[in-house]
């Protein structure tokens, strides 16, 4: 199992990304896939999942309306665009998938600042 992010970056306070997580090594339309974040000096906090089987989509309260995760079977690639970013937004973010254990991707940086 492999999980690749890609697209952070430095961004100002009210602009866009969009993180994807390529996966390869495993069937991706049966997992749910996770983002998760770590900024500076805190614990890894749970973003938002999206089951690729149901489509089921649960998100953090603090990212609920400015971030959408969604998922590309044919592509087996996950993503995560996130809108009207503030500076708290700042962190690496994480893929997880867990299947017959939990995988982890690289991470990608992602800095909001002006």
């Known amino acids: 199992v492999q999980l690749v992010e890609s697209g952070g970056g430095l961004v100002q306070p009210g602009g866009s990304l969009r993180l994807s997580c390529a996966a390869s090594?495993?069937?991706?339309?049966?997992?749910?896939m996770t983002w998760y974040r770590q900024a500076p000096g805190k614990e890894r906090e749970w973003v938002a999942t999206i089951s690729s089987s149901s489509g089921l989509i649960n998100y953090a309260d603090s990212v609920k309306g400015r971030f959408t995760i969604s998922g590309d079977n044919a592509k087996n690639t996950a993503y995560l665009q996130m809108n009207s970013l503030k500076p708290e937004d700042t962190a690496v973010y994480y893929c997880?998938?867990?299947?017959?254990?939990?995988?982890w991707g690289q991470g990608t940086q992602v800095t909001v600042s002006s």
């Open positions: 997880y998938v867990q299947t017959a254990r939990a995988y």
């Open positions: 090594g495993f069937t991706f339309s049966r997992y749910s």
